[in-house]
């Protein structure tokens, strides 16, 4: 079937201005992450979903920072009163169930720019 | 806590030459090894795993990696690169016990051929 999918691929924002980044992951993947690429840092891990739930949030860098993920499937990462440094691109894969042994499948990302 | 360094931040070779990208790991438990390769404007895609049994793992598109436990590396190799290889290439670790399932990324590397 289709591989992740995320949306919008690009989005340009004021500063101060919230935005919603989403993810579909693979059909009847249980577990759902979220990432942050910056230039020459790597992935940054931000938040684990099994199912809908989110077992782990311990990568969000603020309270600035949400995601919610519904029926299992579409996720949404919501980043309000956005900052400059919040630019970046914002990875989504997802994985058949969690286990570390697992490979992960990834979205093409979402390069967010914060004017 | 484990941890990833990939040595090299870019590599520039010739076409047809080999390559080794470096990549080491820190971790107080034993671990499950990945090298995933990105292409531009594309999410990572796994090029190859390591979870147990033999050391030397091969890989699509060619490459292979060794995993050399007491060295605590990870590095990949491929005999003869080609242009279209052109990509950065990120290892990274999980723990299939006492350690995170998340998987830690390195910084990766640039792999740059030139014709």
């Known amino acids: 079937g289709a591989g992740v999918s995320q949306s919008p691929s690009n989005k340009v924002t004021e500063k101060g201005k919230d935005v919603e980044l989403r993810c579909d992951p693979i059909?009847?993947?249980?577990?759902l992450y979220w990432y942050r690429q910056s230039l020459g840092q790597g992935l940054e891990f931000l938040i684990y979903?099994?199912?809908?739930?989110?077992?782990?949030k311990s990568g969000l860098p603020s309270d600035r920072f949400s995601a919610e993920r519904t029926g299992g499937s579409v996720s949404t990462l919501t980043i309000q009163r956005t900052q400059q440094e919040d630019s970046a691109v914002y990875l989504c894969?997802?994985?058949?169930?969690?286990?570390?042994?697992?490979?992960?499948?990834f979205g093409p990302g979402t390069r967010l720019t914060v004017l | 806590a484990q941890s990833v360094t990939q040595l090299d931040s870019q590599v520039p070779v010739f076409e047809e030459a080999p390559v080794e990208l470096r990549c080491n790991y820190s971790?107080?438990?034993?671990?499950?090894l990945f090298w995933y390769v990105q292409y531009p404007n594309q999410g990572l895609q796994l090029l190859l795993k390591?979870?147990?049994?033999?050391?030397l793992v091969k890989g699509i598109n060619g490459f292979e990696a060794e995993f050399n436990k007491s060295q605590t590396s990870f590095h990949l190799r491929k005999p003869s690169v080609h242009i279209s290889d052109t990509a950065e290439y990120f290892c990274?670790?999980?723990?299939?016990?006492?350690?995170?399932?998340?998987?830690?990324f390195g910084r990766g590397t640039s792999l740059i051929v030139h014709p």
């Open positions: 390591y979870l147990s049994g033999s050391t």
């Open positions: 979903f099994q199912g809908n739930s989110a077992p782990d």
């Open positions: 059909s009847g993947h249980t577990a």
């Open positions: 990274a670790v999980t723990s299939p016990s006492g350690g995170s399932y998340i998987p830690t």
């Open positions: 894969a997802s994985s058949e169930y969690r286990g570390s042994y697992n490979e992960q499948f």
């Open positions: 971790s107080s438990v034993s671990v499950y």
